[in-house]
């Protein structure tokens, strides 16, 4: 995020805190990114505003709603669309992205999209739910049904995969560059050029120590998570298993 959008976003952000506190009320944002999420809990934390909470409508959601509170937390204007379809057809969550925004609703306004088998799971602010389930009819050429979801049993979405490597030590260049591929001159080049992001906010400090629970996201290369340290290898090597996002 550049510093000058950043500014803006603590400013909504002061707004919000003013008016939620002015009218006793919570005030909910649109769908936040990770990154989006992260920077608004770094700044409300440091305004010490501590009554918030994120929800973007199932506990591994990515997208969410930030929602700050007055008092008692109450529920989140999400809502899940079941949309169903034939098997045989494949659709693609830009299948489902490109026919949402055809409608002209704001991207902010859309959560996660769940993308399986014949069916797919898609998260909305509440006020577009009834305007979405009465426009759409097909997702591309593909015939959708719509339904209310009751998010049980989501379909996957993207895919995961877990794999092992060794590294001499847990400095972010070194995780870098095992789960990239790449050198460790390169991996270096690719953090001081900020295409590296440690639970969500940008990190060009190359000696950063990473420990387990850590999500890195490499521009180009993907989303990380160090999912566990598994111990030293007789070279005192550190094994370490992570798990990527595809």
Do not use: W
Not at 35 to 48: D, G, I, R, T
Not at 57 to 80: C, H, K
Not at 102 to 115: A, C, N, W
Not at 132 to 141: D, E, N, P, T
């Amino acid at each position: 995020m550049f510093t000058s959008d950043l500014k803006l976003f603590n400013s909504k952000l002061d707004d919000a805190v003013y008016l939620c506190e002015k009218r006793h009320s919570p005030y909910f944002f649109s769908f936040l990114t990770e990154e989006e999420q992260a920077y608004a809990e770094q700044h409300l934390n440091s305004v010490h505003f501590t009554n918030y909470s994120f929800f973007g409508g199932s506990d591994t959601s990515e997208r969410r709603v930030l929602g700050l509170f007055y008092d008692e937390q109450t529920d989140f204007p999400v809502d899940a669309i079941l949309f169903t379809f034939r098997k045989t057809d494949k659709l693609t969550h830009r299948d489902f992205l490109g026919s949402l925004m055809s409608l002209g609703i704001e991207r902010e306004t859309v959560g996660d999209i769940l993308v399986g088998d014949g069916r797919a799971v898609v998260f909305v602010k509440s006020e577009i739910k009834e305007y979405i389930m009465s426009q759409i009819s097909k997702v591309g050429k593909v015939g959708v049904t719509l339904s209310d979801a009751d998010g049980s049993a989501l379909p996957q979405g993207r895919g995961v995969e877990e794999k092992e490597y060794t590294v001499s030590s847990m400095r972010l260049d070194n995780i870098v560059s095992a789960v990239s591929g790449l050198s460790r001159e390169k991996a270096k080049n690719l953090i001081l050029s900020g295409s590296v992001s440690v639970n969500h906010l940008p990190c060009q400090k190359i000696s950063r120590n990473t420990e387990q629970g850590d999500k890195l996201t490499i521009r180009g290369k993907g989303k990380f998570e160090i999912s566990g340290v598994l111990g030293e290898t007789k070279k005192h090597r550190i094994r370490i298993s992570i798990i990527h996002y595809r």
